[in-house]
């Protein structure tokens, strides 16, 4: 195979070999590593059409397993890395009634309600809140620096008249 030395990003070129991933050149990178896969499963694609060696068409889908394996290492180690993580965002919402089963000594049961809501604006920053109909309640932040070196987060909740504040942090060295 021949090896584009030119740097054609976002489509296979066979120039991403012995590139570095760093967090300047992931989302090209990405591009170019999904570009490899899509040109391998229609070489794959082809070669069974055609009935080209079963040899040739399982190198390929090794290849395809390594480059996953290599997308999934580089998404765990430069998450928000470049521009094309950046825009990545996250809501999720919860909520939940429930009401005791009627009996004879309290016939009409009241509905216990709770939600919760997290939103992470960046995949770095988490930001989380909950409530119930016990009048209890809390919020939370979560965060992660960019280097992936150091978690940090800060807790309050209010439960039954009393008061929670918690914070805590983790570097790695």
């Known amino acids: 195979m021949s090896v584009n030395e030119q740097g054609h990003y976002g489509k296979y070129s066979g120039n ?3 590139t570095r991933v760093t967090s300047h050149n992931f989302a090209a990178t990405r591009r170019d590593d999904q570009a490899h896969m899509q ?3 229609e070489d794959i694609d082809y ?3 055609h009935g080209h060696s079963d040899i040739d068409m399982t190198a390929d889908e090794k290849h395809i397993s390594k480059l996953a394996g290599d997308l999934k290492y580089d998404d765990k180690h430069h ?3 470049g521009p094309a993580q ?3 965002q996250s809501l999720g919402l919860g909520v939940n009634a429930s009401r005791e089963k009627p009996s004879e000594q309290n016939p009409n049961p009241p509905v216990n309600y709770s939600g919760s809501v997290n939103y992470s604006p960046i ?3 988490n930001v989380s809140a909950n409530a119930n109909s016990n009048n209890s309640y809390g919020f939370g932040l979560k965060g992660r620096s960019k280097s992936g070196q150091t978690n940090w987060g800060a807790q309050f909740n209010r ?3 009393s008061t929670n504040v918690s914070a805590n942090a983790t570097f790695e060295f």
């Open 16 to 18: 991403s070999r012995h």
């Open 39 to 41: 040109y391998l499963k």
């Open 47 to 49: 070669d069974d059409k």
């Open 79 to 81: 998450t928000n890395a």
């Open 86 to 88: 950046s825009k990545d």
């Open 123 to 125: 995949p770095r920053f």
């Open 159 to 161: 439960e039954n008249g």
